[in-house]
């Protein structure tokens, strides 16, 4: 059943599902047919929501402690997941999921084998777009911020090899930080610190509130210490940012200071997905005017100008 000309009802097949840290992992699945062509032009920042309600629950043993009295909840919602990579194969199209254990719904993610079949509604919502002139794009995420992050890196560098592109990740430790692991120190010292990025030929910084990896404090600071000491120009320069709310907030002041150019990827709780249920919107400024105007994550974002997001911090 299709829901528009280019989004539908499309099943995949999981290829793999792997933990890259103690409750972070890596799903992929596959879309074949009409889903590999639908998939196929998915866009950083997109999200398709996934149909958990029949995967099963892990050994009793095994659950977290602070899951134990969550994990035998009915997941009766499908749940909104970004993409960090879509490669197309030989008439198929993977994408990969990165998702942390929280609740009862991620938790059933993580039984999930090579051969099943799971629902997956998509492409949904509006992505990143690249403005003529841009010659540096800054990406910095908080948290489990970086998958569309991770998505964006792989599209600009297929498709604009005119942008340099730079990376930040923030987190409150290095046990935070939702990647694989850190490179050698010879390319950290090169300034590849983190492979996801190092991949596309992209030289990434890390902050952690603690110090216990890169840069002691917050990404936000680690940001602005970069953007004064590199002083990149103005009009060329572009940020894409995803993650805690008080931390694109602060982006979003960083940018508008700077006057830089900035894009938001924001985060609501959905039901629907498609702008059914309503239940997601963002206060937004209207040009010229005090008055706030609600826009819907799932239909006009996630993503959105920097400038036009009234944040709820």
């Known amino acids: 059943m299709l829901i528009t000309v280019d989004k539908g009802i499309f099943s995949a097949v999981v290829r793999a599902n792997r933990q890259i840290g103690q409750r972070f ?16 032009k998915f866009r950083p920042g997109q999200f398709a929501q996934l149909d958990l309600s029949t995967a099963a629950l892990p ?6 402690v602070d899951l134990v009295d969550t994990a035998q909840r009915k997941i009766l919602l499908r749940r909104p997941f970004s993409f960090a990579d879509i490669t ?7 994408a990969e999921i990165l998702y942390r254990v929280l609740g009862p719904a991620t938790l059933r993610m993580t039984t999930l084998s090579p ?5 997956v509604i998509g ?8 403005p003529a002139g841009k010659k540096m794009a800054l990406l910095v995420s908080g948290g489990m911020g970086t998958p569309p992050l991770q998505h964006l890196a792989q599209f600009l560098t297929a498709n604009y090899t005119q942008i340099v592109v730079v990376a930040f990740a923030g987190a409150k430790s290095a046990s935070e930080l939702p990647f694989e692991k850190r490179l050698d120190a ?19 910084l890390v902050a952690t509130d603690d110090g216990s990896a890169g840069f002691t404090g917050l990404v936000t600071d680690c940001l602005t210490q970069w953007l004064e000491e590199t ?6 320069t572009i940020i894409y940012a995803c993650g805690p709310e008080a931390m694109l907030a602060k982006i979003a002041e960083i940018a508008y200071q700077k006057r830089i150019d900035c894009q938001i990827s924001m985060e609501r709780r959905m039901a629907c997905g498609f702008g059914v249920c309503q239940s997601c919107a963002i206060g937004c400024r209207v040009d010229g005017s005090t008055e706030t105007t609600y826009r819907l994550c799932c239909e006009d974002g996630p993503v959105f100008d920097g400038k036009d997001i009234m944040f709820r911090t």
């Open 88 to 94: 197309a194969q030989r008439g198929k199209t993977l």
């Open 59 to 64: 050994p009793e043993e095994t659950i977290p």
């Open 25 to 40: 992992y890596r799903l992929t699945l596959e879309f074949s047919g009409a889903g590999a062509e639908a998939f196929v």
């Open 186 to 204: 010879i390319s950290q010292e090169l300034g590849f610190s983190l492979p996801e990025f190092a991949r596309y030929g992209i030289k990434s």
């Open 231 to 236: 002083r990149p120009s103005q009009q060329t």
């Open 123 to 130: 492409p949904l919502g509006n992505g990143f777009s690249v």
């Open 115 to 119: 051969s099943d079949s799971i629902s």
